[in-house]
């Protein structure tokens, strides 16, 4: 399976941006995807994660009322990101295969290059 982030960019505090994950390869099959970021000299961090079956979402309460985890039918996943904030800057994974531990990376088996968000105050 490979997934392709893509939808970085550069943009101003209160902007929005939307992250797509295209997922290929073999037959594709997970109970969770999710976006992880990761700050330079900071760990990686949960974002948000939605479970392919039924849709449920699940978000960081640093991004819960602003960004929105959804996916279409064609085994792509998208994070909408609105009223950025600096502090949103960070590259951002797409994560496939996961499990009920939606929020901890080790529970995802495959992972996106990462695509970089950049927020400017």
């Known amino acids: 399976v490979q997934l392709q982030a893509s939808g970085g960019g550069l943009v101003q505090a209160g902007g929005s941006l939307r992250l797509s994950c295209a997922a290929s390869?073999?037959?594709?099959?997970?109970?969770?995807m999710a976006w992880f970021r990761q700050c330079p000299g900071n760990e990686r961090e949960f974002v948000a994660a939605?479970?392919?079956?039924?849709?449920?979402t699940y978000y960081a309460d640093s991004v819960k009322g602003r960004f929105t985890i959804s996916r279409d039918n064609a085994f792509t996943m998208y994070l909408q990101m609105n009223s950025l904030k600096p502090e949103d800057t960070a590259v951002y994974y797409c994560?496939?295969?996961?499990?009920?531990?939606?929020?901890?990376?080790?529970?995802?088996?495959?992972w996106g290059q990462g695509t970089l968000v950049t927020v400017s105050s």
């Open positions: 390869g073999r037959p594709f099959s997970t109970y969770a």
């Open positions: 939605i479970r392919w079956s039924g849709g449920a």
């Open positions: 994560a496939s295969a996961g499990s009920i531990y939606y929020s901890d990376e080790k529970a995802y088996a495959y």
